[in-house]
Antibody
Framework: QITLKESGPTLVKPTQTLTLTCTFS??????????VGWIRQPPGKALEWLAL???????RYSPSLKSRLTITKDTSKNQVVLTMTNMDPVDTATYYC????????????WGQGTLVTVSS | NFMLTQPHSVSESPGKTVTISCTGS????????VQWYQQRPGSAPTTVIY?????PSGVPDRFSGSIDSSSNSASLTISGLKTEDEADYYC?????????FGGGTQLTVL
């Protein structure tokens, strides 16, 4: 059974850096083709893709947020970490991580998501 | 930037068929696979269609996906609507190796 779970702070202040961890089980991020992505969803709004990291350490970022995002993986710990700098109240959202089993393909399954609120 | 455009909302009666469109802003939507996700309130999205027209195990065959290159759009069709199908639906694809989500469609079954 494949599971993913997001963890990190629920509240961050404006201008701070957000660090989120995705801990997964049931697959290996060293398997060819496999990737883990981050997607967020502001309250009542649409899904927005943020970043992807693949088994070979290839990294992809949303063009609109690229300057603020860093994605890394720790294969031995089965974790993927996303950092987002210079947080703003508009970044308030539920942040999800999800498995992509092959390149340029679907996200499934997803973690339960973690709500991050940006407020002073 | 490449965008996927969906209708904001659709509604239909139980037992009927509904189709949700997802139109690419440029290029060819057929160049990359299109996926469809269902999201119920308070829950994470789940896949109902992947690789344009494939159903994951456990998704009923009332759900189907298609691509229309002439209109540069993908469609999700749900037949025999049930009240449990009421949810938000999102299409997703790729552009230059970056993932892209549509704006979502709220399906009301009434």
């Amino acid at each position: 059974q494949i599971t993913l779970k997001e963890s990190g702070p629920t509240l961050v202040k404006p201008t701070q850096t957000l660090t989120l961890t995705c801990t997964f089980s049931g697959f290996s991020l060293s398997t060819s083709g496999v990737g883990v992505g981050w997607i967020r969803q502001p309250p009542g709004k649409a899904l927005e893709w943020l970043a992807l990291i693949y088994w070979d350490d290839d990294k992809r970022y949303s063009p609109s947020l690229k300057s603020r995002l860093t994605i890394t993986k720790d294969t031995s710990k089965n974790q993927v970490v996303l950092t987002m700098t210079n947080m703003d109240p508009v970044d308030t959202a539920t942040y999800y991580c999800a498995l992509t089993p092959t390149i340029f393909n679907w996200f499934d399954p997803w973690g339960q998501g973690t709500l991050v609120t940006v407020s002073s | 930037n490449f965008m996927l455009t969906q209708p904001h909302s659709v509604s239909e009666s139980p037992g009927k068929t509904v189709t949700i469109s997802c139109t690419g802003s440029s290029g060819s939507i057929a160049s990359n696979y299109v996926q469809w996700y269902q999201q119920r309130p308070g829950s994470a999205p789940t896949t109902v269609i992947y690789e344009d027209n494939q159903r994951p195990s456990g998704v009923p065959d009332r759900f189907s996906g298609s691509i229309d290159s002439s209109s540069n759009s993908a469609s999700l069709t749900i037949s025999g609507l049930k009240t449990e199908d009421e949810a938000d639906y999102y299409c997703q694809s790729y552009d230059s190796s970056n993932a892209v989500f549509g704006g979502g469609t709220q399906l009301t079954v009434l």
